[in-house]
């Protein structure tokens, strides 16, 4: 007979992150996406969550351990405050896996931001 425990599953928080907003160029926001994007860019608008946001999203395999990426000059509890905001602003996700929460910046979100941002063509 064996002592083997199974253990629950724990799902992934992936509906966290979602693209925000159309490109600035294809038409006016609406207050809701206003407001969604507001919330993203004032998120990374702090350098600790920036460089936080930096260290997830350029870590091998596109996700990152708390615990590697907690050296950014404040202490723990700051950077989970931090990390906080980012999963609030619906820039990264995270799962807990035993004692560790890992972080991801979905790049649907990478890619939303950068659209958010592009001109795209200009009428000649």
């Not at 926001?29 to 407001?35: M, Q, R, S």
């Not at 608008?45 to 395999?61: C, I, K, N, W, Y």
């Not at 907690?70 to 999963?87: A, E, F, I, M, N």
Request: net charge negative; aromatic share 6%; charged share 25%.
């Amino acid at each position: 007979m064996s002592n083997s425990k199974a253990l629950p599953l724990i799902e992934p928080d992936y509906d966290a992150a979602v693209p925000c907003c159309p490109p600035l160029t294809e038409r006016a926001f609406t207050a809701e996406e206003a407001e969604t994007a507001a919330r993203m860019f004032k998120a990374l608008g702090d350098p600790v969550r920036l460089r936080l946001f930096s260290a997830v999203a350029s870590h091998e395999g596109g996700e990152a351990c708390v615990c590697d990426i907690s050296d950014v000059g404040v202490s723990q509890p700051t950077v989970s405050h931090h990390l906080k905001k980012l999963r609030e602003a619906g820039l990264l996700t995270s799962e807990r896996r035993g004692t560790w929460v890992y972080y991801r910046v979905e790049p649907s979100v990478l890619a939303a931001m950068g659209r958010l941002l592009t001109l795209g063509p200009t009428a000649a």
